[in-house]
C-alpha cells in the first residue's frame, strides 16, 4: 500500500526509513531521495514514526 502516492513510497519503505532512523517525514522524503509534493502524506507518516516511537518505548518496559 502506498502512502506517498505522488512519491510512490510504500508503507513498508516508510518503516524501513523509521528503522535507518528517520524521526520527521522530511528525513523519510530525504531517505528516499525525494522531495514532499502535495503533502497530503505528511500526517500518516507522522503517525507512522509516533506508532514506532511508543512500539520501541513499549519494548523497552
Ligand atoms: S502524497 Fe506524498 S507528497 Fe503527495
Redesign the pocket.
Known sequence: MY?????G?REREVRAAIDAGASRPAEIFRHKGCQ???????CEMRQMIDERREALAYAAE
Open positions: 502512502v506517498c502516492n505522488c512519491n513510497i514532499p509534493q502535495c503533502a497530503k502524506c505528511v
